[in-house]
C-alpha cells in the first residue's frame, strides 16, 4: 500500500498534462481550470477549437485537481496524474488513466445526487403549501444524507489513492470527532494533498468539542425577553441535554430542525432537554427564526453572530451543529444529524 510519504515525495515534483477532445459545434474555446474542491476555479489556460478539436498542455503540480469545460462551466475534473486524457464532449465519453476513468465514473454518480437536490430545492421554492414544502425538506434532507454516505463509501475504498481526498473535503463538514479523525489517518496515501487543508483545521477545533470533556460554562447566554442564562442551569442537572447550534437565516437548520424536535418530543419525558443556541447578531431576525421554525424548547443566543464565544469554544464553523451533553457534564456526542441523532437517543433511552 502507498503511504502519505510516498504521495507527500510525488507531490513535491510535477507532471505535464496532455488533453485533447471533441466538442459541440457551438462550442469556440476551451478552458482548464485549478479546481480548489468547493472554492472558486482558477483559470489555468484556454484553447480556441478547430474544425470542433482541441488539444492543451502544460505542467502542474503531481495530482493536482484540474478541471476542463466551457468558460463557466467545469464540464470534468481529474487529478495531473501525468497520463494523457481525451475527452469526447459530444457523446460524454472519457479515455484516460484508471484513476482519472474511476474518478469520472463516481462524479458521474455524484451528479444524480446533486440533481435532485436542485429539483426537490426548486420546488419547494415554487410552493406555498407549508406541507408540501415540509415534506419537499425531509426529501431533501434524505438525499443530502444518501448523498454523504456515498463519498464514504469512496473515501473508505480509495485510501491507496487521491480520490479520497476529494470527497472528504466536501463531506467533512458531516463528520465528527472520531470519524473524521480516522479519515484523516496520517497514513493514508491522499493525507499529505492541499484539497484536506481546511479538513484539517476543521479537526484541530473538534479537538476542543471532543467526546469526554466537560461542557463549558463560561459563556453568559441571554433568553428572548433578554435575562441572563448559563448551561449549568440545564446541563449536571440530571437529564441528556442536546445543544443545537442553529441560525435564522440557515437553510439546512431548516431541514434539519423537524428531526430535532421530533426527538425532542419523543425523548423529552424519558430525561432529553434540548437548548437551540442562535447564531444570530440581530434580536428581531432571531425571534422572526423561532416563530418560523417552531421550536418547542429553550432558546438561549449571544447575539453576536459568528463572533460567538460559545462557537469559539466549541469549534462550531459551520449550522446546524450540536452536542450531546450526559447528566455529569460530559460530552458523549457531536454533530448527530438525521437518523443518527433518532439511533443515539434510542441506544440512551431504550
Not at 20 to 31: A, E, H, L, N, T
Not at 138 to 149: F, G, H, M, P, R
Request: proline content about 4%; some cysteine.
Amino acid at each position: 500500500m502507498l503511504s502519505a510519504a510516498t504521495f507527500a515525495n510525488a507531490q513535491n515534483d510535477t507532471k505535464d498534462y496532455q488533453v485533447s477532445g471533441i466538442v459541440p459545434d457551438d462550442i469556440s474555446k476551451i478552458y482548464i481550470y485549478k479546481s480548489n474542491g468547493l472554492s472558486s476555479p482558477e483559470m489555468l489556460d484556454s484553447v480556441a477549437i478547430t474544425d470542433g478539436r482541441f488539444t492543451m498542455s502544460g505542467t502542474r503540480p503531481a495530482y493536482d485537481l484540474l478541471s476542463l469545460g466551457t468558460k463557466g462551466i467545469n464540464s470534468i475534473q481529474f487529478f495531473n496524474d501525468g497520463e494523457p486524457l481525451t475527452m469526447d464532449f459530444v457523446n460524454d465519453s472519457l479515455s484516460a488513466s484508471p484513476l482519472n476513468e474511476k474518478f469520472c465514473r463516481y462524479c458521474k454518480e455524484n451528479k444524480r445526487f446533486t440533481d435532485e437536490f436542485y429539483r426537490l430545492f426548486m420546488a419547494s421554492r415554487q410552493t406555498k403549501d407549508e406541507a408540501k414544502i415540509k415534506e419537499l425538506e425531509q426529501q431533501i434532507a434524505a438525499n443530502q444524507e444518501a448523498n454523504d454516505e456515498f463519498a464514504r463509501a469512496i473515501i473508505r475504498d480509495n485510501r491507496n489513492n487521491v480520490i479520497a481526498a476529494y470527497y472528504l473535503e466536501a463531506v467533512n463538514d458531516f463528520m465528527d470527532y472520531e470519524e473524521l479523525a480516522s479519515a484523516l489517518d496520517s497514513t493514508a496515501y491522499y493525507y499529505n494533498h492541499p484539497l484536506l487543508t481546511e479538513a484539517k483545521a476543521r479537526l484541530q477545533m473538534l479537538r476542543s468539542r471532543q467526546i469526554g470533556k466537560p461542557f463549558c460554562d463560561d459563556v453568559v447566554l441571554l433568553s428572548p425577553d433578554g435575562r441572563q442564562h448559563r448551561l449549568s442551569e440545564w446541563c449536571c442537572q440530571g437529564k441528556y441535554v442536546l445543544i443545537d447550534f442553529w441560525a435564522s437565516w440557515c437553510r439546512p437548520c431548516r431541514m434539519e430542525m423537524p428531526n430535532v424536535i421530533q426527538n425532542y418530543e419523543c425523548f423529552r419525558d424519558k430525561g432529553l432537554e434540548v437548548l437551540a443556541v442562535s447564531i444570530d447578531d440581530k434580536k428581531d431576525a432571531w425571534q422572526r427564526g423561532i416563530k418560523s421554525f417552531g421550536t418547542p424548547f429553550i432558546q438561549l443566543s449571544e447575539l453576536q453572530g459568528r463572533k460567538s464565544r460559545l462557537c469559539a469554544i466549541y469549534g462550531i464553523s459551520t449550522i446546524p451543529a450540536n452536542l450531546l451533553i450526559d447528566p455529569q457534564g460530559t460530552i458523549i456526542a457531536a454533530d448527530l444529524r438525521g437518523k443518527s441523532l433518532t439511533r443515539k437517543l434510542e441506544s440512551i433511552f431504550k
